[in-house]
């Protein structure tokens, strides 16, 4: 099946530095990957969709200049969360779709940010 | 604002039985459905999709699809401890948001369900 591979799984980082996650797919190419986050006991929150040579589209409400997503070829989008703080701790996580033009999402194992 | 609803549980049954999970949703033109499941600190895994108002079984799984009454539901027969997780239900939708993508999967909170022993 096909498989995102994500990483850090796990990252603690203090307040006011800045945070990469990459999201890889293994096996498919992706011209669109999904950032999702998801707060402890809520639902996963889409924050942006990453278009690969292009930029990035960001839901309502989520700062473009803070999470920087960048999705440089068709395997590999990054999330950057710049200058983190508390409220930023949380489970993001990344997915894609296998199949283009198909619905369904595969996704990353999530990364856990703390920020201190 | 298009939603997803579900009841946050938690559903508690025994094992061996059959555990019903339910969902609704606003968005009429939406037209792919599915059920996650998330495991505590894990990310989600697909469980059922469904396109068609009825039913759709896979193995154990049975998911119902009413569109007319924006309604679907996930079944889950003969329960085990192992079932025991958080079950998301996502609804595509299109359009966005400003700014927002024109694909979009929307998740539900999710139903915490325990099957115990």
């Known amino acids: 099946g096909a498989v995102v591979s994500q990483h850090p799984s796990w990252v603690i980082c203090k307040s006011g530095t800045s945070v990469k996650i990459e999201c890889r797919s293994l096996d498919f190419q992706a011209t669109t990957m999904f950032w999702y986050r998801q707060f402890p006991k809520q639902s996963l929150m889409l924050m942006a969709t990453?278009?690969?040579?292009?930029?990035?589209?960001?839901e309502q409400g989520v700062e473009k200049d803070k999470f920087l997503i960048n999705h440089a070829s068709l395997t590999l989008s990054t999330l950057t969360v710049t200058s983190a703080h508390p409220e930023d701790s949380s489970f993001y996580i990344c997915?894609?779709?296998?199949?283009?033009?198909?619905?369904?999402?595969?996704f990353g194992a999530g990364s856990r940010l703390t920020v201190l | 604002q298009k939603e997803v609803e579900q009841n946050s549980g938690p559903l508690s049954v025994p094992e061996g039985a059959i555990a019903s999970l339910n969902c609704t949703y606003s968005?009429?033109?939406?037209?792919?459905f599915f059920w996650y499941r998330q495991y505590s600190g894990k990310s989600p895994e697909l469980i059922m999709s469904i396109y068609s108002n009825g039913d759709k079984e896979d193995g154990r799984f049975t998911a119902q699809l009413n569109k007319a009454s924006q309604y679907v539901s996930l079944l889950i027969r003969d329960s085990q401890p192992s079932d025991s997780a958080t079950y998301l239900c996502a609804v595509t939708t299109f359009g966005g948001n400003s700014g927002g993508s024109n694909y979009k999967l929307t998740f539900g909170k999710g139903t915490l369900l325990t099957v115990n022993p």
């Open positions: 997915s894609g779709r296998p199949i283009p033009g198909a619905n369904v999402l595969t």
């Open positions: 990453s278009n690969e040579g292009s930029k990035a589209t960001y």
């Open positions: 968005d009429r033109v939406s037209q792919s």
